[in-house]
Structure formats: structure tokens, C-alpha cells
């Protein structure tokens, strides 16, 4: 019942900037929280942010602290990933994922513990 649809991938120089969007639709419950993944070609799947269910509290991998930005539309039901000042080693697919319900700092880090997953929207960081 629960689907995620991802969209605002594609190939973007070094520097550059992308907005990844992440609509749910079929969300009955609360709380929960939204995270963005990302995996690159022989690399595990690497956490990147999440935002909690009311928006209040957002958190980031280290690696993006500064550069990404995570939010909420209420009105539109999604979730957002403003991506700016962009590197190579940004470049892989990125999902989408809700967890229903809350997590805390170490959890919300880990993939196994959401229950939904959108289909992945590919980031391409030329050099």
C-alpha cells in the first residue's frame, strides 16, 4: 500500500547541483521517518540523511554534512534532497526509504530497519 515514487536524478558536473524528490502515497501511520541511501557500483548501500515524521529533526552521513539538505512538503506528501556543491565520489544510485515509525540517531543509519523502499534514481558527478 505504501509506495515511494523518486525522481530528480542525472549527470551533473563537479560543483554542480540536484534535487531529488521522494513522493509517498498510502502513509496511514505515524510516526515515521524518511532517509535517502545511496550505493555505489562494488560498494555497499551507505546511509546519507534522514528527516523524522513531523520535519523538526534531520540528520546527515558525514560525508554530506554542509553540502546536502534534507526536507519535508507537507502539502505534497514528499520528501527532498537538495544536493549542492557536488563531487565524483557523490555519483551512485540513490533510494528513497520510510520507516514507520521513529529512529533514533544509530537506527535511522541503518537500511535494514525501514520497511519501504522507492525504486532508486541514478547521480552521475563528472570530474
Known amino acids: 500500500q505504501v509506495q515511494l515514487v523518486e525522481s530528480g536524478g542525472g549527470l551533473v558536473q563537479a560543483g554542480g547541483s540536484l534535487r531529488l524528490s521522494c513522493a509517498a502515497s498510502?502513509?496511514?501511520?505515524?510516526?515515521?521517518?524518511m532517509g535517502w541511501f545511496r550505493q555505489a557500483p562494488g560498494r555497499e548501500r551507505e546511509f546519507v540523511a534522514a528527516?523524522?515524521?513531523?520535519?523538526?529533526?534531520?540528520y546527515y552521513a558525514d560525508s554530506v554534512k554542509g553540502r546536502f539538505t534534507i526536507s519535508r512538503d507537507n502539502a505534497k506528501n514528499t520528501a527532498v534532497l537538495q544536493m549542492e556543491s557536488l563531487r565524483p565520489e557523490d555519483t551512485a544510485d540513490y533510494y528513497c526509504?520510510?520507516?514507520?515509525?521513529?529512529?533514533?540517531?544509530?537506527?535511522?543509519?541503518?537500511?535494514?530497519?525501514?520497511?519501504?523502499w522507492g525504486q532508486g534514481t541514478q547521480v552521475t558527478v563528472s570530474s
Open positions: 498510502g502513509v496511514t501511520f505515524s510516526p515515521f521517518t
Open positions: 528527516i523524522t515524521w513531523n520535519g523538526y529533526k534531520t
Open positions: 526509504a520510510l520507516s514507520a515509525g521513529f529512529l533514533g540517531n544509530a537506527r535511522l543509519q541503518d537500511s535494514a530497519r525501514y520497511n519501504y
